[in-house]
Each structure stands twice: as structure tokens, then as C-alpha cells.
């Protein structure tokens, strides 16, 4: 009977600490963001900001009563990045809820001037999220926020799927591009390098007329290249073409496209199960960087007139084995002499013991001195369905 008792005390003492439901907000209350972009007045040199709110009800309806516009965008504009949030209230008739952003949009001329402004306040925030992707677009901010898309509605996702996307299946982007990705960088010398996109223009694109369209081409946002940073300001920009070499050098590459001419016709190349192995020596008075390459080779398009022999094989192999380490090469030069430590070779040197290495690090800027040593070595292992092309004739 005691123990009954006892029983029944603990549970009610238990039922004491559950609060119900006192802090409950409805979806109505809340204004739920999916996309956030940055920018700054080049006169004023005020903030700028565009909240992009989802429309659940749009999201949400399953056909019926017409097209809805997925989201809304709001522009608040202050003098500082602190009181973008007081300024916000003013327009917004909802609680802003934060939790829910795809990524963060910040334009060129803003990323040029430093970013460190917007990072030290997001790291304040209780809510915040640093593993959200941050990307850079050259286009007008407005016309890029203002802009809807197919497919996926929500501008934000669609942005985050483009990057995964991209990341998965063409090697011109990594998903190493997170806030928190550029804030590990921000006490070092080793740059970052932050995904671009560019608004391919379409004159109905902000209105939702833009969905009874069969052209899908025009009005979308599509990578134009990378953005290089050190610390936390923009110096530079990586051409498209040049992504996939940093990202194949850096190890972070999935997969690695090329085409190799022989015999006057094109072999179109897919490099996957890619592995990177780097070692940096100090080898007759300077420092030398050996990077080691291995990939699985699959022969997507074959424009040769020949028989698919073990020799033809040999040579395509070889012909990418060596295109591909002479553009690795031209692109570390390139590097160089802007004096762009892409891969980290200064901090890695720092970290290095020996009186050689302390000796040399005195020289100002001895990383520049780096010597690339690259080597390719790959197989085929996929030659498609067919052995000999079609001749037609």
C-alpha cells in the first residue's frame, strides 16, 4: 500500500514539470523564411536585406483555384546589420522564423567589401545556422530575389539542390561551402573558394505567369564560376572551366569530366572513385608539392572511326593522363602568380620542423616558390555498351 502511495506522488510530481503547450506559436503567426540575400548601398553604404517568406497555403495546395505565388519577397534596408532586425518588423505582420532558410545570398560588390560584419553578428544569434550554404551572385539582388523558379518553388531549395546537385554529378562545385566553412577560415592564411550563380534573365520571371510557360531555359540561376576569399573578403574569381581542377586537386572532387582528342576525333571522359594523395617536401632548397591522382576511367561518347582495341584503350588512357596533369599544372601557375595559396601550402609549411624549413620560412612569401609535381594514373573500367562505333556505310 505504501509503495502504491509513493507511486502515485512521484507521478504527480512528475506531471508537475510538464508544461503543455505554453510557448505555442500557429503557422499563421509566423513568417517562415526560405531564402535570405545581402546586400549594400554603394552610396549610403547601408544595409540591405531581402526576406524571402514561404506562402504555405501556395506550397501546400494540392490544384484547384489557380496559381499562387510560392513566396513573397520583402526588401528592408538600415543603416546597420543590427537594425535590419528592428527595420524588419516594420514590414513584416509576422513573427520572422529563421529556422527554416535554405541558404544565404550575398552579392559581389557586398562580399568584396568583407564580410565579417555579417558573420559576427550571425554568431551571436542563439538561432543561428552555420551550416547553411553561402553563395555569391554577381547579378542584381533584386532581380535575382525576385525572380521565381520551376520545378522547385521555393527559390531557396532550389538553390540548395543546385549546389548537392552539382556537387554529385559534375565536380564543378563542393558542398564544403557553408558558412562555417568560410568562419574556419577566417584566423588562417588558406583561402576559400564560395560558388557563383548568375540570373539567366526572363522578362515574365517575377510574375506567376512565369509557371504556364513550357520555356523553362530562362530565369533560372545557374553557376558562372567561383569566388575566392581570404578571410572574409572576396579577392578573386575562378572561371567555371577552372572548378573542377581546384576541386579534383583539392581531393574533394566526385567525379571529373574531360575530353581527349585522337585520331582528329573527340573521346568524351567521366573520372570516377577519384583518390588524392599530397605530400609536401622540401627537396634541394625549395619546397615541392607532389600530388598523386588515381580515378576509374568510363568512356561516355567515342567519336573515333576505329576499333576499340587494348591499344586505342592505352592511348586514351594515356591522353588524359597527361591533358589532365598539364591543366592541373597551368591552373597551380595561374594561382601562383596572383599570389592565391588555393591549397594551403603557407600554413602547411608553418606546421613543418627542421632547421631547412625554419630557415626558409623566414623568406617572405617562400610558399610561392612551391614546385608542382603531378601525376595522373588511371584505368578504364567502363567502355559503354557498344565495342566498335556504327560506321553507317
Known amino acids: 500500500m505504501r509503495s502504491k502511495k509513493l507511486m502515485l506522488i512521484f507521478t504527480i510530481l512528475c506531471l508537475c514539470g510538464l508544461t503543455g503547450c505554453w510557448d505555442m506559436v500557429e503557422i499563421n503567426q509566423l513568417a517562415i523564411g526560405s531564402l535570405i540575400g545581402g546586400d549594400i548601398d554603394p552610396k549610403s553604404g547601408n544595409q540591405i536585406v531581402y526576406y524571402q517568406i514561404v506562402n504555405p497555403k501556395a506550397v501546400t495546395a494540392q490544384g484547384g483555384a489557380g496559381i499562387k505565388a510560392p513566396v513573397y519577397t520583402y526588401r528592408v534596408e538600415a543603416s546597420s546589420i543590427a537594425e535590419l532586425a528592428l527595420k524588419s518588423s516594420e514590414s513584416l505582420p509576422r513573427d520572422l522564423f529563421p529556422d527554416h532558410y535554405q541558404s544565404h545570398l550575398i552579392t559581389e560588390r557586398s562580399a568584396r567589401q568583407g564580410l565579417r560584419p555579417f558573420l559576427n553578428f550571425l554568431e551571436r544569434q542563439f538561432n543561428r545556422r552555420t551550416d547553411l550554404y553561402l553563395i555569391i551572385t554577381d547579378s542584381p539582388l533584386s532581380d535575382v530575389m525576385n525572380t521565381y523558379t520551376l520545378l522547385e518553388r521555393l527559390p531557396g531549395r532550389s538553390l540548395r ?151 586505342n584503350l592505352a592511348e586514351i588512357k594515356e591522353a588524359f593522363n597527361r591533358q589532365t596533369a598539364a591543366k592541373i599544372n597551368d591552373f597551380f601557375e595561374q594561382a601562383q602568380s596572383k599570389r592565391w595559396d588555393l591549397f594551403g601550402l603557407e600554413g602547411q609549411m608553418k606546421n613543418k620542423r627542421g632547421k631547412e624549413w625554419a630557415k626558409a620560412l623566414q623568406e617572405k612569401d617562400f610558399w610561392r616558390q612551391t614546385k608542382l609535381y603531378c601525376t595522373i594514373n588511371s584505368k578504364i573500367t567502363d567502355i559503354g555498351e557498344i565495342i566498335d562505333p556504327y560506321r553507317g556505310n
Not at 172 to 193: A, H
Not at 282 to 297: E, K, Q
Request: aromatic share 6%; net charge positive; proline share 2%.
Open 161 to 311: 539542390s543546385l549546389i548537392e546537385l552539382q556537387s554529385k554529378s559534375s565536380g564543378r562545385v563542393s558542398r564544403k561551402c557553408r558558412v562555417k566553412d568560410l568562419v574556419e577560415n577566417m584566423e588562417s592564411s588558406i583561402l576559400t573558394v564560395l560558388p557563383m550563380v548568375a540570373l539567366q534573365t526572363l522578362k515574365h520571371a517575377s510574375s506567376t505567369d512565369r509557371y504556364e510557360k513550357i520555356n523553362a531555359n530562362g530565369g533560372e540561376l545557374r553557376l558562372s564560376g567561383g569566388a575566392v576569399f581570404k578571410q572574409d573578403r572576396m579577392i578573386g574569381k575562378l572561371k567555371l572551366t577552372q572548378m573542377p581542377l581546384y576541386y579534383l586537386m583539392k581531393g574533394e572532387a566526385k567525379v571529373f569530366y574531360d575530353t581527349v582528342k585522337l585520331n582528329s576525333n573527340n573521346v568524351d571522359l567521366r573520372a570516377t572513385k577519384i583518390k588524392v594523395h599530397k605530400k609536401l617536401s622540401y627537396i634541394s632548397g625549395r619546397p615541392v608539392w607532389r600530388l598523386d591522382i588515381h580515378a576509374h576511367l568510363q568512356i561516355m561518347s567515342n567519336e573515333q572511326q576505329q576499333k576499340l582495341t587494348t591499344k
